[in-house]
Nanobody, 119 residues
Framework: QLQASGGGLVQDGGSLRLSCVAS????????MGWYRQAPGQQRELVAS???????HYADSMKGRFTISEDLDKKTVYLQMNSLKPEDTGVYYC???????????????WGQGTLVTVSS
């Protein structure tokens, strides 16, 4: 239901823009977020945007990453600037999605997209 894309190999200081699109018979989407899992580490929150538009960032991402959403396109983006080698990892998106009939809210995860930052 969630498809993440935009990862790749970038040099230290470079930029990438991740996208996550919700597809299928979806009526609405809210509370979207991006998480990162570095090799050998637990998945951690990178950034999130709540249903009222409030954003939250992990401390190490503040000032470098920007999360945004396009509710009409059912898409959440993560603009990543000034990337560092320690930003390397698999980035996952998640969101609350209104689906089904009768409709209900469920949380879905994307499949992850790999970001590699070389030094």
């Amino acid at each position: 239901q969630l498809q993440a894309s935009g990862g790749g190999l970038v040099q230290d200081g470079g930029s990438l823009r991740l996208s996550c699109v919700a597809s299928g018979r979806i009526f609405a989407i809210r509370n979207m977020g991006w998480y990162r899992q570095a090799p050998g580490q637990q998945r951690e929150l990178v950034a999130s945007v709540s249903g009222n538009g409030n954003t939250h960032y992990a401390d190490s991402m503040k000032g470098r990453f920007t999360i945004s959403e396009d509710l009409d396109k059912k898409t959440v983006y993560l603009q990543m600037n000034s990337l560092k080698p320690e930003d390397t990892g698999v980035y996952y998106c998640n969101a609350d999605v209104l689906i089904g009939m009768p409709s209900k809210w469920s949380t879905f995860w994307g499949q992850g997209t790999l970001v590699t930052v070389s030094s």
